[in-house]
Nanobody
């Protein structure tokens, strides 16, 4: 049973922008924190950004602070990641994830490729 459905991603030039979306079931959305991990070629999966269930707390790794913004829309059961000022080092497969607060992810999206290149 598919729990998280991602969309967005693609190829963009350095300095460009992309928006990722991640849709969830109503139950999952209302009970789980959500966010994104990413995996670059030859590297392990890395936490990037998260938002708590109520949407009033967000968490970013240092390298994306000020460039990425996560938000959640309760009416759509969807989480969004706005990525601005993209850099080549942001190139990776981005995975949406959902987790009970304080625990590891128990649901994953299918992954979407983000490539930043001129």
């Amino acid at each position: 049973q598919v729990q998280l459905v991602e969309s967005g991603g693609g190829l963009v030039q350095p300095g460009g922008s992309l928006r990722l979306s991640c849709g969830a079931s109503e139950h999952t959305f209302s009970s789980h924190a959500m966010g994104w991990y990413r995996q670059a070629p030859g590297k392990g999966r890395q936490f990037v950004v998260g938002i708590n269930v109520s949407g009033d707390k967000t968490f970013y790794i240092d390298s994306v602070k000020g460039r990425f913004t996560i938000s959640r829309d309760k009416s759509q059961n969807t989480v969004y990641l706005q990525m601005n000022s993209l850099r080549p080092e942001d190139t990776a497969v981005y995975y949406c994830a959902a987790w009970p607060e304080g625990r590891d992810p128990d649901y994953w999206g299918q992954g979407t490729q983000v490539t930043v290149s001129s």
